[in-house]
């Protein structure tokens, strides 16, 4: 299985930027996609797409999240961090069965 | 608009079996797949697996094989997975996942979640 890890936790103040990272235990790019996705969990709730592809937004996500990386090592960008940023944010790899997720970094107020 | 209609809360003994939906509306439900996904307290994503109501086709992480089960009903647009032999382990929030059927199948769209106690 593909292993993918996260850093626990981030602080950040407000209005700053935060840069949460993903590693995968093996590359989960090929030479036409890369199979990294990042949701956003808050509370009680449900997980929401918020990058696709590792560098896509959905047309619902402001434009101060974005994603890099390819190969084994992607990044979740957001410049600059809002209130209601608060929450967690997965990594997800579909480049091979069985899909994973990575633990999670919970983003938090400096 | 695309929606994913759980099932409520269950409260089951050991040992005992449940079943849950997920109800598609807003889209073709033959045309993606649902996938489901657990989430113990406090923890990370683990998938279960997933089935292509086209087809009835289904794809599975080995560790739920033989745990869950998988199966639609096309009309009206509802995916069910049953969790067999119940221990406190199966106590979670389980979540169904809409997957495209090509291209890097990401989750677009995800029910509100069951929450499953397993307890005596």
């Known amino acids: 299985d593909i292993v993918l890890t996260q850093s626990p936790a981030l602080a950040v103040s407000l209005g700053q930027r935060a840069t949460i990272s993903c590693r995968a235990s093996q590359s989960v790019s090929t030479s036409s996609y890369d199979f990294m996705h990042w949701y956003q969990q808050k509370p009680g709730q449900q997980p929401i797409l918020f990058i696709y592809?590792?560098?896509n937004l959905p047309s619902s996500i402001p434009a101060r999240f974005s994603g890099s990386g390819s190969g084994t090592d992607f990044t979740l960008t957001i410049n600059p961090v809002q209130a209601d940023d608060i929450a967690t944010y997965y990594c997800q790899q579909s480049r091979e069965l069985p899909l994973t997720f990575g633990s999670g970094t919970k983003l938090e107020i400096k | 608009q695309v929606k994913l209609l759980q099932s409520g809360a269950a409260l089951v003994k050991p040992g005992a079996s449940v079943k849950m939906s997920c109800k598609a509306s807003g889209y073709t439900f033959t045309d993606y797949w649902v996938s489901w996904v657990k989430q113990s307290h406090g923890r990370s994503l683990e998938w279960i697996g997933e089935i292509y109501p086209n087809s009835g086709a289904t794809k599975f992480n080995e560790k739920f094989k033989g745990k869950a089960t998988l199966t639609v009903d096309k009309s009206p647009s509802t995916a069910y997975m049953e969790l067999s032999r119940l221990t406190s382990e199966d106590s979670a929030i389980y979540y169904c996942?809409?997957?495209?059927?090509?291209?890097?199948?990401?989750?677009?769209?995800w029910g509100q979640g069951v929450m499953v106690t397993v307890s005596s």
């Open positions: 592809d590792a560098f």
């Open positions: 996942g809409r997957r495209a059927y090509y291209g890097t199948n990401y989750f677009d769209y």
